[in-house]
């Protein structure tokens, strides 16, 4: 399928490398349950799941699950353990966006991280390699423009014990949600397919943003 957004986990690579993390320490009763925080956007799911994903019963389901989450995260240091574990492996293909998406995952969860790990994070950034748009799936690895902002942005925002949602909409330009200003972003009045806090935002992303605006309608694929 490739990718469906432009965001944090809204495309196969993401959402395979949660999968991979959910192994950290093993299976079973190790196994972390982490990538079904974040696997709501998924249009390979069967069409009964992405209906229950958008019913009030998936709202509190998901309030549990990233209980739970939090709560084993933050247990006996397995949070610090998970990131250290994936820090380790920074050297290895592919391994500092995997650390990233390592540190996303916890701030989705709303886990406690350490100073030092949110500066790593932070560091790393600049080193991973980011698409402002549509890039063909050889070359598709990282950011895209809208995915980095959006994760600068929760680097920014983020709050021990309140979960980040990277599925609400977030501008494609300066990465804020509602929690962070106040307003929700508005989506694009030509292609409906990415949101901005105002004309400034819009303005400020528009050449990245240009190509793909264009009616939704006239798309004659779902990758982008």
Request: hydrophobic share 30%; proline share 5%.
């Amino acid at each position: 399928m490739g990718r469906w957004g432009m965001r944090l986990f809204e495309g196969d690579r993401d959402l395979d490398i949660a999968l991979e993390l959910n192994c950290t320490f093993g299976e079973d009763d190790k196994y972390l349950h982490l990538s079904c925080l974040v696997h709501q956007t998924d249009m390979l799911a069967p069409t009964e799941a992405r209906y229950f994903y958008e019913s009030e019963e998936y709202v509190d389901h998901l309030d549990n699950l990233l209980a739970d989450a939090r709560e084993r995260l933050d247990a006996n240091g397995t949070g610090d353990k998970f990131l250290a574990h994936w820090r380790a492996k920074e050297s290895d293909p592919g391994g500092k966006y995997r650390f990233i998406l390592s540190g996303a995952l916890m701030m989705r969860a709303g886990a406690k991280i350490k100073e030092s790990d949110f500066e790593h994070l932070r560091e790393l950034v600049p080193q991973i390699h980011c698409n402002p748009g549509y890039a063909l799936p050889i070359f598709d690895e990282g950011f895209r423009g809208p995915g980095r902002v959006q994760f600068i942005r929760a680097l920014v925002q983020y709050k021990d014990g309140t979960p980040r949602n990277y599925q609400e909409p977030s501008c494609f330009n300066c990465g804020k949600v509602k929690a962070d200003s106040g307003k929700a972003p508005s989506k694009c009045g030509q292609c409906k397919g990415a949101w901005y806090c105002d004309q400034d935002c819009k303005k400020g992303h528009w050449k990245a943003h240009k190509p793909s605006c264009k009616d939704p309608k006239t798309r004659v694929m779902l990758n982008v």
